[in-house]
Structure formats: C-alpha cells, structure tokens
C-alpha cells in the first residue's frame, strides 16, 4: 500500500544504513513545497519504504529527492512500487523527466536507476571517490 505520510517517510529514513546523516523534518520543510510528492510503503500496517520528491530545478523535471526501503524489506518489489507511482504522478502533472542524485558508494541504487531507464547525466567529483555525486534523468 502506497500513501503520503511525511512524518512516516522521514521515520523510515532513519532505518536506512546508507544514509549517514538522515534529514530532519526541518530540512524536508526547507526543500519542500506546492509541488512535493510524498510516498511511503506500508507492509501489515508498518511504514518500509519512502520516495519524496520536488519540483526543484523549474524546468520540466521532477526531481526524486530521497527515497529507500528498510534492508529487512528489500527484494520485495517495494522499491520498484514506489518509483512506478512517482513516475506516473510526475508524467499526469506535466513533467517530461524525472532526475535523481546520489552517491559513486551507492551501487545499488545506481543500478536500480539504470534498470529503470536512467541515464548517467553528469558526475561532481570529491577527493573521496566514494564520495562522487552522480547524476541521473530519466526521460518520461
């Protein structure tokens, strides 16, 4: 079951082992706005899973801002749900892409982004090449 519970988002969040440093509900209110999508995953009634995302560049693309699902959860398709409805979402409200940022580290998700049809678009190098931020769109 997919729904749009910020609070429950940001609780999930903080059971994901990639994210070093979860945001706190300050920084979602700081990002967000009219144009935000909110989605958790729930599994027998518990909150697993999150997409948030935001009109942050103005020119056409959505942008999937945070998003993960809880280790114990994973494998099940929940990952897969979430950016389904957000893509959908992002297409029925005029967006023609939808781009994400993440981490050289995060293997996994650079993989589920190109399973997805996301292409690598640019990369921000760091001292640490663990470290280098990726970016990615996918056309919609």
Known sequence: MV????????MVSTKIPEFDFPYNIEE?????DESELVLTAELDG???????GYDRFKDGSFYSWMGGVIPNYRGRGIASNLADV???????????????????KHEAMIAFAIDRGFDIIDSKPNDDIREM??????KL
Not at 46 to 52: I, L, T
């Open 3 to 10: 729904t749009g519970d910020l609070e429950s988002a940001i």
């Open 133 to 138: 931020r990726i970016w990615m769109e996918k």
């Open 86 to 104: 957000q893509e959908d979402w992002a297409k029925s409200n005029g967006y023609t892409s939808i781009k994400l940022k993440t981490r050289n």
């Open 28 to 32: 979602y209110d700081k990002r967000l």
């Open 46 to 52: 518990h909150p697993v899973g999150f997409k948030v």
